[in-house]
């Protein structure tokens, strides 16, 4: 399985940030730890700080061979448009991940603008998040 | 490890309801898939439409040897602070579950004030929901 | 014609309750009534306080030789998302019924979340709502 | 028993909408069902599609030998303050009607800023909506 | 001072309504006090439930030789834009009345939509806010 | 007639203030103006910047042979309990004033807090506000 | 193509309001201008203030031989479900138009309840608003 | 004096929860602690964690010889129309306690729904809550 | 025990006010009552209609031998943020008192902005609320 | 006449996305139609996902000789402070275009940031809207 | 350059509150610290704890030698509609000023009903924001 | 002190802008003037129209040599979860400036999505905006 792991803004400085929300690890960690736990799967990481990164990052897998979508997008969740209507181009399964639980923190984190454009949603359990996504992913894989 | 997996109101009838939202398999199937799947770990299983038998089923987990409670608390998710104050007392591991997608229905689905007391909620997977539930459960045990 | 007619908390006590909302006759009286004036259909009359049973109750009639439902969630009406859910799961016409009319009382009574999941819903005509509700039945099962 | 049957915007176009939320009949029809059913009472039947015209019909029943009201104000229904302050002139019973369901379709159609004055509100059953609205009145007039 | 008195729905129903909102008077009443009280001045009466009379009655009096409006809008006064939209086609002085005082009855009449167009709002004196509103134009019409 | 004029917080600066609301009288302008204009009747002014104050001048005039109560509140009429409740107190009549038309300017100041215990609000006409106080006064009284 | 162009409350004034936000024509500038540059196309102009007659027109086009509706509802635009209701009826392609752009005026100008039941809304472009809407219909009739 | 004291969902885990919104004594020590200081009085304790429990709980002092309720629906007491409805049927005094102060917490326990039906509410004085509330019963029996 | 009872504006008329809310005591009643009801303690009473009085008063309390603060800020409870401050500013135990049940009257009335920073609030119960409140104040001395 | 015609996220995947709502043509299909359609005028054409590069975009028109401005801002629209700040910088004629019909869709796009600073907006009528926008600017243009 | 430092509720107890929030200084320290400070500049002085002084003291700046206004209206920044037409009042350089950063603390503090009538607002930097104050008046003075 | 001076979207093109609240200096302007008055110091300036890149010039700050941030996020101050949470990643003092006073414009600029994160905000001095925000680091850099 081929999957894109895409992350959003401020993702790239994880480590660096609050650990109680956040944990300890870098994104680095986390990109080795998947690819070292998932050896079987092929993943192209990305993240960028701007939103329409992240909207033509979506786009590229319009008729790619990637087969399947595993994205964070930090603080772009809440409110981008533009993302949601990215989302909405792909045929491929797409599962959102957040690190911390969004429905214990912020009011204005409650709601998944993006969400509601991906097949289910992960929220809470830090760098674990990420390895529930792919075995997520894998299911949906099965059922195409 | 010990798990309870408690389902609230109306999952007993699963596999009657629109395959739409949420798949043809039965509660029954599903407990017999995940006992199947994760032999090593024990399972308690409990369904009941009655949110104070939820709360009560929450408290009987207080100071016994059950090490982590799924729960997917149905229409109760919603609303229930009785469910959330009951959640509050648990030291264990909680990880909410939906079938669907609680960001892609109707706008009151939208807020989990019981997801609120768990360490993360994984929603729209169907019955991988569970699956990926018991999966993130071993890894928080792993951190106690 | 074989119909439940379900009512919910605190119904049991009506009689003892302000006559200006509810009239003066008792559950029974009601009930009585309704199978004086209808001796050609079959009730099951079910009462409960407890959200949970109405939940039940209404499970009980799928696949069963139950023709129509009527019903009176109290003040269940206005909150219960678990009730709504169960409701869903019928196929036989459902008539939502409430001795008073929920649009000239307290603000929360107005909207019914139960009654978006039934076919009709009839308010404000004391016991005789429970008439009419039967009466309306019996032009849905026509239809059927 | 005499009796108005008022009709507000758009219903002299039944039969020509949406079947899905109307049904097939047209207003003739209706009348002509309710006559023929109810052959016992005296009808006088009215639409109009305009806001005044509903509000001067309500008036024309102040001291008049008119003995219920059965009404469907349409789109009125949801915001006209001048229509509700016209019912209050009323001492004889009324009885507001809906072919839909108001508590299954758009949210701005779950209020009824009329039916507050009204004795009770029917809503659901297509053209069985005004045979209940008939039935309801007969029950309202041996009260008075 | 030739001056436009203009009444909306269910004015003309008057001393027929709750007197304890409106008083007890009706409408001819209170035209006949106005024009005995103020000889000096010539009154256009008039009184419509429907909106857009209302609408052009305000129309007619562009480049009139009309001094002044009063106008009680009633049920309008909460909700109609085309009135507002009307009245700001005037140069002429303009006082809206009421019987009632909007601000102690239901919060929907604390709003007055077409009020914000009015010099000056009188509410709450029964049939001597008419009289008020005239001795208010007199003093407006002093300044033009 | 015997009768309080009370104003509010900044009342005491008119005529420095934006003439464009306020007109450009000042106070004492308006009270002697309203001396010369009701030589039968007994004023007694009084203005306040302090809420309590203003409360303070209301409960006065409990059991005193004050006949009625002419009121402008300024910034208060929007928020204040305390005053309203003083207005509780009094069984004389009471007219609200306003110098400039509250329903045309910034929306917090379309409600009157305090208005909803005044018998009626009188608001648009500068200091012709508080002359056509003054004449409802006059009419109320007769009524007592 | 024949087109029916119906204007709603206060249009039968333009010329004489603010021009500021409508221009300086008159309607029947507006109607020669559009017979004048669309000389191929029959049109049918109407103007009413009254909400119902506006109602009746578009049920008028219901089975006729008119090809397409440009509608400017005026003040009903934001508020009139009963318009709503009856641009329902229609198969015909329908423009909404407005002289001024109402998303830039006040708040309540903002939203359209008719708009949302035409093909398309086209908004401050003052007469070439109309225009725009003839030729909008010259395409969507080539679609039919 | 002979009086119920009735506690909702989770007041049988007290001791067991937060301790800093709670306090440390678990229930049974408040009721031996209230008998024993009041050793005048007759207590019937009950607590249940099912909203209809409570209802009926309520239900039972209709027509009984107990004179007064002591409640503290815990999580039900900021959304369960069924309690309040039941509370309406009682004519004996009824006194709401919470353990913690429920204005100074989440913003959703600032609303009491089942406290308008109360004579009073003690909120935020921990076990002394139940002492406060029967003190308060003793002096609301008196006025009986 | 020395104890401040501090009561907000228009308390000072009390028994001249709507006897179903407030009760038929005066001020000077209820200060007399609790003196003779609490000999063992020593009352600061003081009352004021002034905002900031309140203010002061609740400064005086800092490093004072005060040992508590009973306090009902009438109208000012539900809005201000000044004496919410002030009260921030002691150590001593604070029950805020009510006569009339806050819960039950008016939605403004309904939250407390100053309760948030007492310890406890008791509503409801006429002048034994403050007989209450010296009870809870020995309570919480305890704990001190 | 020279003009820029800007779009914004997604628009680059015309043709890709929901035929139901924005129709079969590719972007360049439409910049095609355009050129094509008007080739008396100049077209630059831009698209971009990047919220901030619409910003410099925007900018790039002040003193240059682009002669008026056709936007499409995508799923920036409903949210974007920073484009509608740009806007205020242009002097140029701005259009805004929307393929489909913002008033008939998600209540979130039903609102335009972005629109309140162009002369007008013209939504729903798929490639079309673009044409009806360059003949929109051909009028504005001629006003200039 | 001659100006006003104004001060409101509880701002005199500066010192003795929530250091986290407001610092350890007493106001006498500050506005020692400013006079030793800004030895060019003549500092009038004033706290008050009473909304309607606070009015008063903003009135007398009127046609006064004062040169500029800082204020810091403590809890009445967020609901004195008073105040903000007193400094309606005012042609001098006004600057609000907040100890505590009033965008990082609770919701209704967020707002700044009386900052909208200032030139500026400076918030967040303890008594720094006061230095700050004066330096910014230094300049708003220069242009004057 | 070594000093970032970050600008967001539009401030580039300052002076080319709505003079009334921006006031005439250009961007350079400014910075050729912070830096003239300020010589003691070094300051980075950068600006951005793109929110991912404010993003990550925040990010660069960590761990560097900067010892303060004043930053002018413009139209993305009311928006953007992306730069608040990058800001939460800085240890330095911040200190977000405003040209125009936020408080004074339209209702969607009063709330600083942005300034919840920033030791303080300064708002409404134009230029003198930023030089404040200097003195503000000076002094929390003493602090530190």
Known sequence: ??????????????????????????????????????????????QSNLEGDLVEAIQSLVDSDVDGLIANFGGYTHTSVAIRDALDLLDIPIVEVHLSNIHAREKFRERSVTGAKANGVITGFGKQSYVLGVQALEELEKKQ
């Not at 986390?30 to 690819?35: C, R, S």
């Open 1 to 46: 399985m081929k999957c894109m792991i895409l992350n959003g803004p401020n993702l790239n400085m994880l480590g660096r940030r609050d650990a109680g929300h956040y944990g300890s690890d870098t994104l680095d960690n986390i990109q080795d730890f998947l690819t070292g736990r998932f050896s079987n799967h092929e993943f192209i990481f990305m």
